[in-house]
């Protein structure tokens, strides 16, 4: 029998509405993979193996009924990054100050993935607070890459990365602040989507950068990405920097790239993000294969020059924390969540500041007093300010460069993925992971990353990453999947099914 | 440009209700440093005539309609809570004003 | 406990020193939901029962602007003679209190939606004071705490306290004077004024419940003196919990005597929030702060900038009602009033109640004897304003109406107004409830005369002797019969015909 495990989204749900398997059978099938494998990966913070069964049950009615599908992905297992807030279903956002809370709400994406139909299988790991570009920072311990399980596999939603690459799920969403859902897709061998700030309600993701957080699509392959982009895309009235404008056709573009044309393309290459220090060779090597093949495939390509998105990472760390250091102030020990120091006459001042102190961790207290001073009378203008006019320039910077080209492109992270624990003492090194990935997210255009092979260098994945102007994600899925029908004709087979078994038998 | 003290990183402390402790103001005050120089490249883009960003995308007047929306349960409302009493979230004493 | 403050006598005061005011007022928005959620807004309901994941804060929740709430703030703006902002932001507040969901208000910071304004005031002997006003802001209020253990049930001295985040998140306009100068002896009176004609102009508007003793109405008040002839204002104080109009008045001139003993003594007044003590009459400052607050605001993210177009400005001026001083000038000429009378009128403040009490159908000498007279005496044995009884102009418009329809006499209308004063409900349903309508059915009248004859013969006799006089005696037993629930002049027809 086929290893249902290893199956694009899109097929599972064609053979659960031909009734070839059931969604059941199909959702037992990850669970049985999860509770094989994640003690290695951990990818997984909760698995709510009834619920998925009993959402899959419920799909498998309407199959016998003979009712249409209520989406395209219905009966298709999915991982949910655990920032994204569930009724019913513990959301810890990776912190300890919400080890045991249990919301009474459903987040936007969350009601649109169950009337989708879509099986929630549990939560996925995740940096505290969505803070960090490893799960290093998780309170309950790290996510290994199933690719090296030494190694990290990209942060904050490498639970979700990882659980695509350990085949425990074929569909996952991540939240992407300055590269969150990028970075992991890069260094694990899967495809990422940050779509355009405002194509996806941000209400019931636990905020992080609220003018940065977008929640996005993650898959082994573009065409599910797209499927499930177009299912939690939209306008959503409860996010009011939400874009009233339907979700782009993605699907459709999808399809149309995988007939691997792309003639009259034209395709910018960012000499800004694509050398210099900090970038490995094999890194660089995979990227510029990929540029050949992209004009192989007729696409024109021209060097197009960002000249501000060198500021892009100092802007980014003083916009991110400030937004943080005041999103935070909620966690208080007071309404929900953890509270330590209570008793013995303590005040409630000093219960908010043991609590916070406790129940944050080490990357979370930095980034909330970075904000905090930042924000501060006095530093306003010099930090926060001026990285609010630095976002201009980047903005003007890519509005220049798609009057000449349709989508640009550049690695998507500057290295593969790095050991555990190598980059733990130093933050700034940590930071450098998102060199390429916060320029979109400063601008809030929608890009994406999608495997470009292995790295000649060290054999882990290499992320191509691909950013397109706003509301424009055709383009970028278009060209994602005409690029990913030729690397895997020219490497004999989908990339991800090369990631190495480590003594799991493959049936 | 920014030399942060211990002292300075126990004010942010303090405005940010963390209670850090002896080492980690030592630990902070280096790190804030590091990161606070390395970001301070900002500063070397002269923007005076630029308009800041706050919104990538640029929308203006959002609105809801004034229509009641259902509520919480009292018991939804508390679920989460440390401590309650009497239907209200139960806290320890307060100290200070409400500025 | 704090220490009684040394007083300076008020002449001194004013011999030596000239007040400056600064007035920011909150008032409760009465719309139907919240700023930025869709919970209810009604007062008194059951503890944390109007809340959501958005005005509880919960991770991940966020605000949605209330268009109406914007409407009214932009109605008030133009009342006070404001300009309207063509494009403004919300920002978060940052600090850290309990009663605050997020621990950040979300406010509007250097960008308000109203701005320049001002309010002319006229003082009891008719004198008109400009008042300058900064800005009308919008943002949201906070929960209410309960503090419990300690003597008091005040925040001093608790073991712990218990929140209610009902009110956290109903929608609140900040209105802020530009520091009034110039009204020396008579800066009481002027904040107080000025706080009675903003209260009236916002029930004109019918954007605010505008309730003092319920808190949809907060006054802060800031006092600083400076020496005659100084060019640099004094330091200044901020007054919280003003709750009555009368509070306003006695808590700036409580402060003045207080600053002038300070500044006197050779001492320097502290910048600080005081609270006014009710029961005292005088304001005792807060716990001092270690730290000097720093709010840190920046725009709010969550939200985007709202941008009134000039159309709809131009549509929401039309729309606003004649004014509380306009109609002032109105009502004296249609209802032939002196001076004297108008003024006594505004200082009850009674002239919008009788207005709106005229607007709901009552005739103005009516509306005028209800609000003047009987209801005056009510608010003043309870001891509070007269547009704080708990009965509305329609209400009274109603009972007006049952009498002058013969369905209710004086002293059954008074009792109506008693029961709707005490909660029981419209006029209508008590009128129903305690079956207080007047006995007209002329049988049962009739039976309860010839009774009454009956059982004075004597008088009977008189009567019918053409001692008419002598009728009162038994329409009083016919009153007393039918326990006042008929008309005495009908009662008095009746006798007469019987006797006939
Ligand atoms: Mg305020
Ligand atoms: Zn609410």
């Known amino acids: 029998m086929t290893d249902l495990t290893r199956l694009t989204a899109a097929d599972l749900a064609a053979r659960i509405q031909a009734r070839e398997v059931s969604s059941v059978e199909v959702t037992q099938a990850h669970l049985d993979r999860i509770a094989e494998v994640d003690d290695r990966v951990h990818a997984f913070l909760h698995v709510s193996a009834d619920r998925a069964l009993n959402a899959a049950r419920a799909v498998d009615e309407d199959v016998a009924a003979g009712r249409e599908p209520a989406s395209p992905l219905a009966g298709v297992p999915l991982a949910m990054k655990d920032v994204v807030v569930t009724e019913g279903v513990p959301t810890t956002v990776g912190s300890r100050m919400l080890r045991d809370w249990v919301p009474p709400y459903d987040a936007t994406v969350t009601t649109r993935l169950l009337q989708a139909g879509i099986v929630i299988l549990g939560k996925t790991n995740m940096d505290e607070f969505a803070m960090g570009s490893s799960t290093e920072n998780s309170f309950y311990g790290p996510t290994h890459n199933p690719w090296d399980l030494d190694r990290v596999p990209g942060g904050s939603g490498g639970g979700s990365s990882a659980a695509l690459a350990a085949f425990e799920a074929p569909l996952a969403i991540g939240t992407d602040t300055g590269g969150s859902i990028r970075q992991p897709g890069a260094v694990t061998g899967t495809v990422g989507v940050k779509p355009t700030y405002g194509g996806v309600s941000r209400y019931g993701l636990v905020a992080f950068s609220s003018s940065l957080d977008q929640a996005g699509p993650c898959a082994r392959t573009v065409l599910d990405a797209a499927l499930l982009h177009e299912v939690i895309g939209g306008h959503d009235p409860m996010d009011s920097t939400s874009i009233a404008e339907p979700v782009p056709a993605v699907v459709a573009a999808a399809r149309e790239g995988m007939s691997g044309d792309l003639t009259g393309v034209r395709i910018g290459v960012v000499t800004d993000l694509s050398g210099g220090d900090g970038y490995q060779d094999g890194v660089l090597a995979s990227f510029h294969a990929a540029v050949d093949t992209l004009r192989g495939l007729g696409a024109e390509i021209v060097d197009v020059r960002c000249p501000h998105f060198r500021y892009g990472l100092p802007a980014y760390y003083l916009i991110a924390p400030s937004e943080c250091s005041s999103n935070l102030a909620r966690f208080d020990a007071m309404r929900y969540g953890l509270r330590v120091g209570d008793g013995d006459g303590a005040s409630a001042e000093e219960v908010m500041s043991a609590t916070r102190e406790a129940g944050f961790g080490a990357e979370v207290k930095r980034r909330i007093m970075i904000g905090t001073y930042a924000l501060s009378s006095g530093y306003y203008d010099a930090y926060y300010g001026q990285a609010q006019k630095v976002r201009t320039l980047i903005r003007r910077d890519v509005e220049s460069a798609f009057t000449s080209v349709d989508v640009l492109v550049s690695p998507t992270t500057p290295t593969t993925a790095f050991r555990l624990g190598e980059r733990t003492d130093n933050p700034m090194s940590m930071y450098l992971a998102d060199l390429c990935t916060i320029p979109a997210s400063l601008a809030g255009i929608p890009a994406m990353s999608v495997p470009s092979g292995l790295a000649p260098d060290d054999n882990l994945p290499v992320g191509l990453q691909i950013m397109a102007p706003a509301l424009r994600e055709d383009r970028m899925y278009r060209i994602a999947a005409a690029y990913e029908v030729a690397r895997d004709a020219a490497e004999g087979g989908p990339q991800i099914q090369r990631i190495p078994e480590w003594g799991v038998a493959v049936s | ?99 | 406990m704090t220490a009684v403050a040394d007083l300076m006598d008020y002449e001194d005061v004013l011999a030596r020193f000239d007040p400056v005011l600064g007035l920011e007022v909150h008032t409760e928005l009465s719309t139907r939901t919240k700023m930025f959620c869709g919970c209810s807004t009604t007062f008194g309901a059951e503890q944390n029962t109007q809340v959501c994941p958005i005005c509880l804060g919960l991770p991940g929740a966020l605000p949605a602007v209330n268009g109406s709430a914007v409407e009214s703030a932009i109605r008030i703006g133009l009342a006070l003679n404001c300009e309207i902002a063509e494009w403004c932001r919300f920002a978060r507040k940052n600090y850290f209190y309990p009663d605050m969901p997020k621990n950040f208000q979300t406010s509007q910071y250097d960008e308000p939606i109203a701005y320049n304004g001002y309010l002319d005031v006229e003082l009891a002997d008719g004198e008109v004071f400009r008042v300058l006003i900064e800005r009308a802001h919008m943002e949201e209020d906070t929960g209410k705490s309960l503090h419990v253990g300690g003597a008091t049930g005040r925040i001093h001295g608790a073991e712990y306290s218990l929140l209610d985040y009902n009110r956290a998140g109903v929608p609140l306009i900040e209105i802020v004077t530009k520091p009034i100068t110039g009204t020396g002896a008579r800066a009481p009176e002027v904040a107080r004024a000025y706080v009675t004609a903003l209260r009236d102009l916002l029930r004109a508007l019918d954007v605010s419940d505008v309730r003092m003793d319920q808190g949809s109405l907060r006054c802060d008040a800031n006092v600083s003196l400076m020496p005659h002839g100084a060019t640099e204002f004094g330091t200044r104080t901020e007054t919280k919990n003003v709750n009555s109009l009368r509070s306003v008045e006695r808590a700036v001139r409580y402060e003045m005597c207080r600053q002038g003993a300070v500044l006197s003594g050779g001492g320097t007044v502290t910048q600080e929030t005081r609270h006014y003590d009710e029961s005292t009459q005088s304001t005792a400052a807060g716990r001092t702060k270690e730290t000097a607050e720093d709010y840190r605001y920046f725009p709010e993210p969550d939200l985007v900038p709202i941008a009134p177009s000039r159309e709809w400005v131009t549509e929401l001026q039309a729309t606003l009602p004649e004014m509380p001083a306009q109609r002032r000038k109105r009502v004296q000429t249609e209802w032939g009033l002196s001076d004297a009378e108008l003024r006594d009128l505004v200082n009850i403040g009674a002239i919008d109640l009788i207005t709106s009490t005229v607007d709901a159908g009552a005739s103005p000498a009516e509306a005028r004897s209800w609000w003047v007279s009987y209801l005056a005496q009510q608010a003043n044995t309870r001891g509070v304003e007269l547009a704080d009884l708990p009965i509305t102009p329609a209400q009274v418009a109603r009972v007006a109406a049952l009498v002058a329809s013969k369905e209710l006499t004086t002293n059954l209308a008074r009792q109506v107004v008693d029961l709707v004063l005490a909660g029981e409900g419209e006029p209508d349903e008590v009128v129903a409830a305690h079956d207080l309508k007047v006995v007209s059915d002329d049988s049962a009248l009739i039976a309860a005369v010839d009774a009454a004859l009956a059982a004075q013969p004597d008088i009977a006799e008189k009567i019918r002797g053409g001692k008419l006089n002598a009728a009162g005696a038994i329409v009083g037993a016919v009153m007393k019969a039918t326990k006042g629930q008929a008309d005495p002049k009908r009662v008095k027809e009746l006798v007469i015909e019987r006797c006939q």
């Not at chain 2, 630029?50 to 309609?65: M, Q």
């Not at chain 2, 679920?79 to 004493?93: I, L, Q, T």
Request: aromatic share 4%.
């Open chain 2, 1 to 99: 440009m920014p030399n942060i003290s211990r002292a300075e990183v126990a004010h942010l402390a303090s405005l940010a209700r963390l209670a850090v402790t002896e080492d980690e103001l030592t630990l902070f005050a280096g790190q804030l440093d590091v990161i606070l120089t390395s970001v301070a490249s900002v500063g070397e883009v002269a923007a005076d005539d630029i308009p800041p960003t706050t919104h990538a995308v640029p929308l203006v007047n959002v609105f809801r309609e004034d229509a009641a929306r259902p509520c919480l349960t009292q018991q939804q409302a508390l679920s989460g809570a440390p401590a309650a009493e009497d239907g209200r979230f139960r806290v320890p004493r307060i100290l200070g004003e409400a500025s």
